[in-house]
Nanobody, 124 residues
Framework: QVQLIESGGGLVQAGGSLSLSCAAS????????VGWFRQAPGKEREFVAA????????KYADSVKGRFTISRDNAKNTVYLQMNNLKPEDTAVYYC?????????????????WGQGTQVTVSS
């Protein structure tokens, strides 16, 4: 079992930056694939970024490619999402997720553990 806690959300103007963190507890994080997803009001949860259990393999949604960066510090049991050049359409609740696997996953149904989410609001 692993517990995930996100932090770092908030209100930012368009063009600004935010850094989200997801701290894991319960088990060592290094054996887990991790992902970030987001859900805007009235919309389905969508993939944002994902990372393999070891560094070097990542995937991004086309809408965030070049602006967002996923990274992880397995020693700290933490995964990060650096978000630059934010747009109003990035407004959503952001969730981190984990799966005990070595792959990279973009489908939310494949993840076993989820955080509670953190709100990101981008004003125009």
């Amino acid at each position: 079992q692993v517990q995930l806690i996100e932090s770092g959300g908030g209100l930012v103007q368009a063009g600004g930056s935010l850094s989200l963190s997801c701290a894991a507890s319960g088990r060592t994080f290094s054996s887990y694939a991790v992902g970030w997803f987001r859900q805007a009001p009235g919309k389905e949860r969508e993939f944002v970024a994902a990372s393999r259990w070891s560094a070097g393999s990542t995937k991004y949604a086309d809408s965030v490619k070049g602006r967002f960066t996923i990274s992880r510090d397995n020693a700290k049991n933490t995964v990060y999402l650096q978000m630059n050049n934010l747009k109003p359409e990035d407004t959503a609740v952001y969730y981190c997720a984990a799966r005990l696997s070595t792959g990279v996953y973009v489908t939310p149904q494949l993840y076993d553990y989820w955080g509670q989410g953190t709100q990101v609001t981008v004003s125009s």
